[in-house]
């Protein structure tokens, strides 16, 4: 397995679990919002900053997408 999906599993549990939700929850709503590749590719920015870093990217992404 790639490293870069070893990472998107990992950030994707973990961000359910910070967000009290399912990694599966969490995967349709990122499909929802069209935002599931772009977080698969931001692995070369997120797995070197720290981790909530990348969850308030998400949120961020999520919150523009919902305006």
Known sequence: MPK???FFIF???NYAAYKGTSADQVL???DEFGI???IYEMYERYHV???EN???DID???FERQQ
């Open 11 to 13: 950030l994707l549990e």
């Open 4 to 6: 870069e999906m070893d």
């Open 60 to 62: 961020t992404l999520i």
């Open 49 to 51: 900053e720290r981790i």
């Open 36 to 38: 599931t590749e772009l």
């Open 28 to 30: 349709a709503e990122w």
């Open 54 to 56: 990348a969850y308030d």
